[in-house]
């Protein structure tokens, strides 16, 4: 069964960091694009990094570029979304995607698999 499982999320104060997890199955995670999205209460949910896991290629929202890092362990199949001067801005519920469609990287509407999410609440 292909899914993807998040962890990692939890509750921190304005300026402190986290880092989310994602695994996927194998045949999901090979040379694929990967994402990592976000979703706070009434917000449209919003890509935040994505990471080609045949390469090096990434891309950032603009929101997060500084900040977040997205990276990958091939040996693990998991995807990192590594979160530095976290902002309560940043609260939200925040979902690992893959099966990229093709056009823009960010867009939610691109991916086909999703995860269950995991959360983040950032306290000022």
């Known amino acids: 069964q292909v899914q993807l499982v998040e962890s990692g999320g939890g509750s921190v104060q304005a300026g402190g960091s986290l880092r989310l997890s994602c695994a996927g199955s194998?045949?999901?995670?090979?040379?694929?694009?990967m994402a990592w999205f976000r979703q706070a209460p009434g917000k449209e949910r919003e890509g935040v990094a994505a990471?080609?896991?045949?390469?090096?290629?990434?891309a950032y929202a603009d929101s997060v570029k500084g900040r977040f890092t997205i990276s990958q362990d091939n040996a693990k199949n998991t995807v990192y979304l590594e979160m530095n001067s976290l902002q309560p801005e940043d609260t939200a519920m925040y979902y690992c995607?893959?099966?990229?469609?093709?056009?823009?990287?960010?867009?939610?509407?691109?991916?086909?698999?999703w995860g269950q999410g995991t959360q983040v609440t950032v306290s000022s």
């Open positions: 990471i080609y896991t045949g390469g090096r290629n990434t």
């Open positions: 194998g045949y999901l995670y090979t040379r694929r694009w």
């Open positions: 995607a893959a099966d990229w469609s093709g056009g823009y990287l960010l867009s939610p509407a691109e991916y086909k698999i």
